[in-house]
């Protein structure tokens, strides 16, 4: 006390201070990790992951300035014997002291939150991988467990330490959650259950929206009751987002640039594996004009902001949409998924019940258009009123009648023009030349065959 210096035995968590002045124990205190709070580091570990606190994380403080007093005050206080004892170091462990932590209760619960999220992992269940796929083979590709780390209880542990002062390595305790299906079980479980192929062969811009979105579409893994939807997968189509300009059918009558033209053709060879694997179709609306890529009453048009295409997975268990092109102008969908739970196999045939001739050319004459004018708006198509059907095999037998599915109607559309105003008459007219002439005359069409004409889109 008279020299300003510990006493030579003193030591605070096992640093020995003894000898120096409260400013060089301080100092000496600051540089060793186990006394300082800018060294204190509270680690965790779960498995092979590891995480830490850090003192400055938790705005930690320390009684270091107390701690030093009473060692200061060691060979001078209490009783006349304590004194003498502490002097000659007589009671085992009297000269060392301990100092104490003291972490900020909301810092705390926020960064031991944090851990708790981060060694939180979601379980990854079997999935399939169809990259490199050859005649339906696939790759099972293993899950992981996923680990619940409960934050509160982890909270729990780190003050019961702190009131403690224990910070050696806190093992953290987490749930285990096993995928539902192990690979085998998926292996064992998936099968093609549904394909079906269109030749796209068209022009460049066309095929290049074929195979993009056949791209964007292929590997889709759908989840038991969950519902795909094409129009959500591939986006809004626009020339920002890279698909190409090629013709899509507007207003049920015409043919028009957009972008993503063509894409109805995805939606109608998704649809044709959707029927023969027997899932559930919850939305689906047929072309105006019968396509030349599908039977009539097997289409399926969208388009950016309706119509739509949607189908539900029924099964148990994921489902797989396989999306391919084969370089020869063919673009197949592939249904992967748990067997038919009846062990069917399905057959898809159209009827044409009816057909109708679109009625004569019409024509409309625009006085803002020019003399000469000529715009077409609208096409020669025949209507046609087409049933669907699906029928049910097993072993190669027929099982039970065939099942009535839709009625499809598509509308018979008469060739229609725009045209300008007729040229106006000399003043000084040939006498020769007929007044009766009919000035729309060569916009009649000419005669079609008895079949029907097919979209592009």
Not at 108 to 118: D, H, N, P, Q, Y
Not at 293 to 305: K, L
Request: hydrophobic share 30%.
């Amino acid at each position: 006390m008279k020299n300003g210096v510990f006493h030579e035995s003193i030591t605070v968590n096992g640093v020995n201070i003894g000898g120096m002045t409260v400013s060089e124990a301080k100092e000496a205190l600051n540089a060793d990790d186990a006394t300082s709070v800018s060294g204190f580091k509270l680690e965790f570990k779960l498995d092979d992951r590891k995480w830490s606190i850090l003192g400055s994380e938790i705005k930690l403080s320390s009684d270091v300035n107390d701690v030093l007093q009473e060692a200061m005050l060691f060979e001078k206080s209490g009783s006349l014997y304590n004194r003498i004892a502490n002097n000659n170091g007589w009671v085992k462990g009297a000269n060392e002291f301990v100092l104490s932590f003291v972490e900020d209760e909301d810092a705390l619960k926020e960064k031991v939150e944090a851990i708790a999220k981060e060694a939180t992992v979601d379980v990854v269940e079997p999935t399939i991988d169809f990259e490199g796929e050859d005649d339906g083979d696939f790759t099972v590709v293993d899950g992981t467990n996923g680990y619940k780390v409960d934050a509160q209880t982890l909270l729990d542990t780190v003050k019961a330490r702190f009131k403690a002062q224990d910070f050696s390595v806190i093992e953290m305790e987490a749930k285990v959650i096993e995928p539902e299906i192990s690979a085998e079980y998926l292996r064992e479980n998936t099968e093609l259950i549904g394909t079906y192929t269109t030749d796209y062969r068209s022009n460049s811009d066309r095929m290049y929206n074929i195979e993009k979105g056949s791209a964007i579409i292929n590997g889709t893994v759908i989840q038991p009751g969950e519902i795909f939807d094409i129009n959500a997968i591939l986006g809004p189509r626009s020339y920002a987002s890279g698909w190409r300009g090629s013709a899509a059918i507007v207003n049920g009558a015409r043919y028009e640039i957009q972008a993503g033209g063509g894409v109805c053709q995805l939606s109608t060879t998704v649809y044709g594996a959707v029927l023969r694997a027997d899932l559930e179709v919850v939305e689906r609306t047929p072309h105006t004009f019968p396509s030349d890529y599908a039977p009539m009453g097997q289409d399926a048009t969208i388009s950016t902001g309706g119509p739509e295409f949607k189908f539900k997975n029924t099964r148990d268990m994921p489902i797989y949409v396989v999306m391919k092109v084969d370089g020869k102008g063919h673009v197949t969908t592939s249904i992967y998924g748990p067997p038919h739970p009846d062990g069917y196999t399905v057959e898809i045939t159209s009827v044409t019940v009816s057909s109708k001739e679109p009625g004569p050319t019409k024509i409309t004459v625009d006085e803002t258009k020019p003399a000469g004018y000529k715009e077409k708006v609208g096409l020669y198509h025949k209507g046609y009123t087409v049933k669907v059907y699906k029928t049910y095999y097993k072993d190669g037998k027929q099982v039970g009648d065939k099942i009535y599915l839709h009625t499809d109607i598509y509308p018979a559309t008469r060739l229609a023009y725009i045209v300008g105003p007729e040229k106006k008459e000399s003043p000084t007219p040939d006498p020769s030349e007929s007044s009766d002439t009919d000035p729309t005359a060569e916009l009649e069409p000419t005669p079609t065959p008895d079949t029907p004409s097919y979209s592009l889109s």
